[in-house]
């Protein structure tokens, strides 16, 4: 190997880069097969950023290896943001924190329901329980089974690309629908509009402001 120009980083320098604790790097790393919703959970997340930064955001993007399709990878999506100065942490950390807190304390009140095996699932992570289990938790925390919330959180992808202009045939290829008709009846059940009333913009669906 080449030898370094520079000096290995000191432990500070190394958490200073760190918006929280820098993670211990010293466990085994599980690789999963690839996941083909890796792609739908980036957009969920990505869409929550969106809403919170706005125009403060100058690139969003899926990297690392959850996001080549067929790789087998750590089953974690990880998410590059771009700000203007991410050195001016004050400008966006605080709103993505508050969030997150504001959530956290509505679960402590009572007010919401949170499992920590149901965002487990959500995002993807890796789980030593059976589908049993976590389909379980999924229905007691949110009073729908896994599969339900996948498709519907699956038609809210779809709606947003046919809303930013894809095609209807990008939009099956992109939200991974099997054909035409298999969007088509996905939006009707679950939007109650076509892909083409979604193009032309016909009704307001308010699904779309991301509420958590």
């Not at 790789?71 to 001016?88: G, T, W």
Request: hydrophobic content about 40%; aromatic content about 6%; glycine content about 6%.
């Amino acid at each position: 190997m080449p030898k370094q120009d520079r000096a290995d980083y000191s432990d500070d320098e190394i958490q200073a880069a760190w918006v929280e604790k820098a993670p211990q790097l010293n466990s085994t790393v599980t690789l999963a097969e690839y996941d083909p919703d890796w792609p739908e959970l980036y957009q969920r997340e990505a869409e929550r950023i969106r809403t919170i930064l706005g125009d403060r955001i100058v690139q969003l993007e899926h990297v690392g290896s959850t996001s080549v399709p067929g790789l087998c990878a750590k089953p974690i999506i990880d998410i590059m943001l771009i700000v203007a100065d991410s050195s001016e942490e004050s400008a966006y950390v605080p709103d993505l924190e508050n969030a997150e807190s504001y959530v956290a304390a509505l679960a402590r009140r009572g007010v919401i329901a949170r499992d920590d095996v149901v965002e487990a699932a959500i995002r993807g992570g890796g789980q030593p329980l059976t589908i049993r289990s976590i389909q379980r938790h999924f229905r007691a925390t949110t009073g729908m089974t896994h599969g339900l919330f996948r498709r519907i959180e699956r038609a809210r992808h779809a709606t947003l690309l046919l809303r930013d202009g894809a095609s209807i045939l990008d939009t099956v290829h992109e939200a991974g629908y099997f054909d035409q008709a298999h969007l088509t009846r996905s939006l009707g059940v679950l939007i109650g509009e076509t892909p083409a009333s979604i193009m032309r913009h016909d009704a307001q669906l308010s699904f779309l402001y991301k509420t958590g």
